[in-house]
């Protein structure tokens, strides 16, 4: 991958299996870090590009995973993260939120004004190199009167959006 051309669009699955190793890496080496120094816990867990998540999410939308929206494609950003539509036809929009173990998500407006927020739960996958699954969760902030806000999300918030659990590895062939 060659400079910044990989921020230009849809990561392929093979882009994506490159980017999680890296991930990985970057997350070993800062449990290292914290293992080695005192001073390695001041620093911060790495954020899950946008670009990783975003990409796995339509990627996930193209092969039927989800069976209730179709033709998704990368949004421009300022409008949402995913376009997509109904089975009916009907235009979607899409945003994407991931989290690694602490499960606290940022919600904006944006985010509560989309038909749809895809949150992928990744826990400890990129610390715990046995883990192959993560969750997907999918559910509409208007239906559940979200509104923008930090919020941790707990086992009572959990219940109330779809969940699928996604084994990675097999997904992606890593």
Same mark, same amino acid.
């Given at each position: 991958?060659?400079?910044? %051309?990989?921020?230009?669009?849809?990561?392929?699955?093979?882009?994506? #299996?490159?980017?999680?190793?890296?991930?990985? &890496?970057?997350?070993?080496?800062?449990?290292?870090?914290?293992?080695?120094?005192?001073? *390695?816990?001041?620093?911060?867990?790495?954020?899950?590009?946008?670009? !990783?998540?975003?990409?796995?999410?339509? !990627?996930?939308?193209?092969?039927? =995973?989800? %069976?209730?929206?179709?033709?998704?494609?990368? *949004? &421009?950003?300022?409008? %949402?993260?995913?376009?997509?539509? %109904?089975?009916? *036809?009907?235009? !979607?929009?899409?945003?994407?939120?991931?989290?690694?173990?602490?499960?606290?998500?940022?919600?904006?407006?944006?985010?509560?004004?989309? &038909?749809?927020? =895809?949150?992928?739960?990744?826990?400890?996958? =990129?610390? &715990?190199?046995?883990?192959?699954?993560?969750?997907?969760?999918?559910?509409?902030? +208007? #239906?559940?009167?979200?509104?923008?806000?930090?919020?941790?999300?707990?086992? +009572?918030?959990?219940? #109330?959006?779809?969940?699928?659990? !996604?084994?990675?590895?097999?997904?992606?062939?890593?």
């Amino acid at each position: 991958m060659e400079g910044r %051309s990989a921020r230009s669009g849809l990561l392929s699955k093979e882009q994506l #299996k490159e980017l999680i190793s890296m991930m990985r &890496n970057l997350f070993r080496y800062h449990a290292e870090l914290r293992e080695r120094n005192p001073l *390695g816990d001041l620093i911060q867990y790495p954020k899950i590009p946008p670009f !990783l998540s975003e990409s796995l999410v339509v !990627l996930l939308i193209q092969s039927g =995973f989800v %069976s209730h929206i179709k033709n998704a494609r990368l *949004g &421009n950003g300022r409008e %949402s993260d995913v376009l997509a539509e %109904s089975l009916a *036809g009907e235009h !979607l929009t899409v945003e994407v939120k991931a989290t690694g173990v602490s499960a606290f998500m940022m919600l904006t407006e944006k985010d509560c004004d989309a &038909n749809y927020i =895809f949150w992928l739960h990744f826990d400890d996958f =990129f610390v &715990n190199h046995e883990k192959s699954t993560i969750e997907v969760y999918s559910f509409q902030p +208007h #239906k559940l009167g979200l509104k923008p806000n930090r919020i941790r999300v707990d086992q +009572h918030l959990r219940q #109330k959006f779809d969940r699928a659990p !996604l084994d990675l590895v097999n997904f992606l062939n890593l």
